[in-house]
């Protein structure tokens, strides 16, 4: 129901802001779909629905981005989540949301000590020698600071903004809220599937708010990668790490996006790339466990044409089932098998009935249009657009995973070609593809794989039986349950409950008309005005409640 939307005062302000900010940028439509105009109007406040006419020649995935921008941290971090769900935008929508810059003015080094020495759990002069005062950077959840330890440990402190968890959560709540009106009330936007970005977006952000799980993500990575020598990751300092502050070796190298320092330094800007390249697809290919934003500016270019990456807030995994589907789905696509590909991307959309033979023959379109090019000559962006492109068409997206896969593989392909305008990704990672294709289908591979799925048989018929004696006990108990849950009923829910309203309101107040005109026939010695005490009290309220009554009735053909 509309009451649903805004059920805690703390959020009422902040849903305010939401709306008026919608409203401003022409997305009024959007305010009246979800109800939060007349829940606001009822809880006493106002909205002015006037756009701001400067924003209207601006086309909608620009406005889109400003109504993103000027809500904050907690939807600039959903723009860039957006910016990954490359199955679900088209390229325009993309391209806006990678603009979004998570640049925010920094706080008063004061204003963070309090919570400093809280979590370091002293002062801070026992623990460090000195600390920088002006942040390194400066984003929406946190600012870095550099700093020396006591024993003259060059470290980096990663501080959480006091207070951001709280605004966070406030957010969240209302979004949730927005979602499930969306899901059952705004039928033409079901196709984006907001519940799986919701779903995506808060864990993801809620990851990000605890920086010692950044600390695992890092140590995990050094971990995989401790063979490769090219590539540097920072230690944690465990000790004073926690969910408020990471505590990490200081490295001093070329940031990522400083081309002039790196060839003034002499590196070998293609063999910078190649390393690059070459630790994330291991990150992807053999571990399941990437970095899902390999950008220039996580990364540091160090001696000997050696790489430092950082930032491991938002990490992708692939678990061994999905690696194997993903082989099948590039083994099916290189061996011109439509049909194997169209099941592949059925089971990752979840969705059953598709027109089948419709995307059976655009995929095949376009494997005839990519097969007949060389390696060097093809742009993975423009082929991943043209695929993600055909998927948008029939409803299809990808699982959050696969998504976070594709961004990382049209980031990792910009980093390279930053470094290297002739660096091709696809070229570079052909190896990798046909070693784990000729790989899965090893006979010893292929013998383990027979093995498990023989096992996980022998379990489903020996716990068959079980199953059905507990499924015919429900059924003789009466346990067994059906949940009819019919969508969109909420709103005509609400308009009978106005409308009984209404109808009460109507009804009392042709009572007291009719009660009051009967008591002014009889003489009293009170009066106001001339007449009865009673007859002129009832005859305000009846006034009254007409009042209402038009109000009520005018206010809902507006808002209409």
Known sequence: MLWELINAAKDLSRAQDVATVLIRYGFGGLVHALGVGRALERLGKTLHWQRVEEYAVL???????????????????MGQILATRMDLFPPPYIAEFEKLLDEVPSLPFDELIPQLQEDIGGDIDEI???????????ASLAQVHRAILKDGTPVILKIRRPGIRRIIEADLR?????????????????RYHPREIFRQFSQSLRGELDFAAEGRHAERVAGNLAANQDIKIAAIHWELTGER????????????????????????????????????????????????????GNVFYLPDNRLAFIDFGMM????????????????????????????????????????????????????????????????????????????????????????????????????????????????FAAPYLQQLMADRYRPDVMAKRGWRNLIGI??????????LHQLLRASRKGAIQVDINVKGIGQYVDKI???????????????????????????????????????????????LGGLWLLFSIWRSNKGS
């Open 59 to 77: 086309d909608t995935p620009h406005r889109v981005r400003r109504v993103l921008e000027d809500l904050g941290p907690t939807f600039i971090k």
């Open 128 to 138: 460090f020698l000195a600390i920088d005062r002006e942040p390194l950077a400066a």
């Open 174 to 190: 209302l979004l949730n809220r927005v979602v499930e009106v969306i899901e059952t009330d705004v039928p033409e936007l079901r």
């Open 245 to 296: 502050l990471n505590v990490q070796e200081y490295i001093e190298g070329i940031p990522g996006r400083d081309l002039a320092a790196l060839d003034r330094a002499g590196l070998d800007r293609k063999l910078l790339a190649e390393r690059g390249a070459k630790a994330v697809l291991k990150m992807i290919m053999e571990d399941g466990f990437f970095h899902a934003d390999p950008h220039p």
């Open 316 to 427: 992708g995994r692939l678990t061994e089932e999905r690696r194997g589907q993903v082989i099948t789905f590039l083994y099916g696509m290189v061996n011109r098998m439509p049909m194997k590909v169209v099941e592949i991307l059925e089971d990752w959309s979840g969705v059953i009935k598709t027109d089948e033979q419709a995307l059976a023959i655009e995929i095949d379109a376009f494997v005839d249009q990519y097969s007949s090019r060389s390696l060097k000559d093809l742009s993975l962006q423009m082929m991943l657009g043209d695929l993600l492109a055909i998927l948008r068409d029939h409803n299809l997206t990808l699982p959050p995973d696969l998504a976070l896969l594709i961004k990382a593989y049209v980031t990792l392909d910009g980093f390279g070609r930053h470094l290297d305008p002739d660096f091709n990704t696809l070229v």
């Open 458 to 467: 022998v379990d489903l018929l020996s716990a068959f039986p079980k199953e």
């Open 497 to 543: 409950d106005v409308a009984i309203s209404r109808l009460t309101m109507g009804i009392v107040t042709a009572a007291l008309i009719i009660g009051t005109s009967i008591i002014m026939t009889v003489k009293g010695e009170n009066a106001i005005l001339s007449l009865p005490v009673l007859g002129f009290f009832g005859y305000i309220f009846a006034f």
